[in-house]
Structure formats: C-alpha cells, structure tokens
C-alpha cells in the first residue's frame, strides 16, 4: 500500500487495523465516509481505487445449459468423479423427484464413497411427505457413523411453488435445476455453473439456508427423536412409528441402489 503498512492505513483513517486487512482481501469494501481518505493516503483517487473492471485473476462465470436425457446421467459422475471432499445436496423445491435411471450409478457411487470415508455428503431438503421422510431415514441408518448430514428446511410445506435445487461439488461445481417431473425428463435442462462469482454467491447462500435448517441425524441412527418428531408432525401415527423405522430398513430403490441423496 504505496510504502504504508496496514497500521498505517489505520491510523490514519481511525479504524482497527482488522478492518484495514479486511478491504485488502476483499472480504467487504470500506465505507463511504472512509473512502475519501484511503485514496487520499495512497495517492490515487477514489474511481481508480474501486474501479468494478474484473481483477486479472478473478475466473469468469462460465455456464452451460445441461439436457437432462443426453448428457445429465454422465455429467453427475464426472463432476463426482473430481469431487474430492464434499457434495452439498439442496432439495428446495416442490414434491418432484429426481428420475430413477439418472442417478442410479450416482447414488451407488456416493454411497462407496460414504463408506470408505471419502467424501461428506451435505442435505437440505423441505420435507413434505413421509414417504420422501423415509427415504431419509433410511440413508440415516445405512450411513451411520459417516459424514452424512441432514438438515429439514420449512418442515411440514406441503404447498411450495419451485425453487431451487442441485448439487454443489466441492464448491467448484454448481449443478442447478436438479429436479423433474416425468421419467424421462423431457424439456427440463439443468445449468452446470463455475466462477469464482457463482462460487461466492452459493457459498453464501447454502450457509445462509444450512445455519437455518433443523439437524436430523445429530447422533446418527441412535437418535431418531428428531426423524420421529417430524414423521409425527406430517402426519405418521405414534402407533405406527416402529413400522416406519422398519419400512425404511429394508427400503431399496431401482435396482438396488441406496435412496436418493
């Protein structure tokens, strides 16, 4: 900063020299009224200072539209494939479902993956049927003791107008428009995103929605108060909550396939 240590800068501005090193990584902008006085002790003025032309090295936004039939099935393994810590799974939406034949080997191949410790697998979902609530239990008791983590969204909306939902892969990847009604598809693409702008504003976003969102699996499958509170609250009789629990054991989806994630 023109010889001026961040100290410096703080000094002369009358501000902690934390908010100093915040402005220079970019983690917020400084305020208006301190704006002035920064170009006036870098010696440049305020429109070269906050000029909005794109940094050298900020990656553009690059986004390409997804056809669900030919190339989605592929595309989720691939972006799996490169993945190396996290997959992010939001289910913002209302009562669709995802086509069986499309994540068949994706869900088997998370499924491998939870199991061998690899990968942490991230959901926030609205729950709007116990049927799609069993699913989720089931899942919960396969993955035991792996980083498999649910979090309800809006528990109990049964009524809710299409939002969003995708995969976030290692937050490099944005899979949006994750889900469909028909088998197959048709005339439903999905948009695959990357950038560091996208990356910024989905990294805020699923924080946002996940602080929010109510932990299912806080102890794994040795505590379902959380699961039976909310099979209770959409509608599941108290009588009929250890069927539930065995209904959701013994469930299995297309050909063997674990539940959908």
């Given at each position: 900063?023109?010889?001026?240590s961040?100290?410096?800068?703080?000094?002369?501005?009358?501000?902690?020299?934390?908010?100093?090193?915040?402005?220079?990584?970019?983690?917020?902008?400084?305020?208006?009224?301190?704006?002035?006085?920064?170009?006036?002790?870098?010696?440049?003025?305020?429109e070269?200072?906050?000029?909005?032309?794109?940094?050298?090295?900020?990656?553009?936004?690059?986004?390409?539209?997804?056809?669900?039939?030919?190339?989605?099935?592929?595309?989720?393994?691939?972006?799996?494939?490169?993945?190396?810590?996290?997959?992010?799974?939001?289910?913002?939406?209302?009562?669709?479902?995802?086509?069986?034949?499309?994540?068949?080997?994706?869900?088997?191949?998370?499924?491998?993956?939870?199991?061998?410790?690899?990968?942490?697998?991230?959901?926030?979902e609205?729950?709007?049927?116990?049927?799609?609530?069993?699913?989720?239990?089931a899942?919960?008791?396969?993955?035991d003791?792996?980083?498999?983590?649910?979090?309800?969204?809006?528990?109990?909306?049964?009524?809710?107008?299409?939002?969003?939902?995708?995969?976030?892969?290692?937050?490099?990847?944005?899979?949006?428009?994750g889900?469909?009604?028909?088998?197959?598809?048709?005339?439903?693409?999905?948009?695959?995103?990357?950038?560091?702008?996208?990356?910024?504003?989905f990294?805020?976003?699923?924080?946002?929605?996940?602080?929010?969102?109510?932990?299912?699996?806080i102890?794994?499958?040795?505590?379902?108060?959380?699961v039976?509170?909310?099979?209770?609250?959409?509608?599941?009789?108290?009588?009929?909550?250890?069927?539930?629990?065995?209904?959701?054991?013994?469930?299995?989806?297309?050909?063997?396939?674990?539940?959908?994630?």
């Open positions: 900063m023109r010889g001026l961040r100290q410096d800068i703080a000094v002369r501005l009358h501000v902690d020299v934390t908010a100093v090193s915040a402005w220079e990584a970019g983690k917020y902008a400084p305020r208006s009224s301190h704006r002035l006085a920064l170009a006036h002790a870098l010696e440049t003025d305020i070269a200072l906050f000029s909005a032309a794109p940094d050298a090295e900020t990656q553009p936004v690059r986004a390409e539209v997804v056809d669900t039939v030919e190339e989605l099935p592929s595309l989720l393994i691939q972006l799996l494939g490169r993945t190396q810590n996290r997959l992010q799974a939001l289910r913002l939406a209302a009562p669709y479902s995802t086509a069986a034949y499309v994540q068949t080997e994706f869900r088997a191949t998370i499924s491998e993956r939870l199991r061998s410790r690899s990968i942490e697998v991230q959901r926030v609205i729950f709007y049927s116990l049927d799609r609530l069993k699913e989720v239990l899942n919960i008791m396969r993955y003791g792996c980083s498999y983590h649910v979090k309800a969204y809006c528990v109990g909306t049964s009524d809710v107008a299409p939002a969003i939902g995708g995969y976030f892969f290692d937050e490099n990847d944005f899979l949006l428009g889900y469909w009604t028909g088998i197959p598809p048709l005339d439903r693409p999905g948009l695959h995103l990357q950038g560091e702008p996208v990356r910024t504003f990294r805020a976003y699923w924080n946002e929605i996940w602080h929010r969102g109510r932990l299912l699996n102890r794994g499958a040795h505590d379902l108060s959380a039976r509170d909310l099979a209770q609250r959409l509608g599941l009789r108290n009588s009929l909550w250890n069927d539930f629990c065995e209904e959701a054991r013994a469930l299995d989806i297309g050909d063997g396939a674990p539940p959908l994630i």
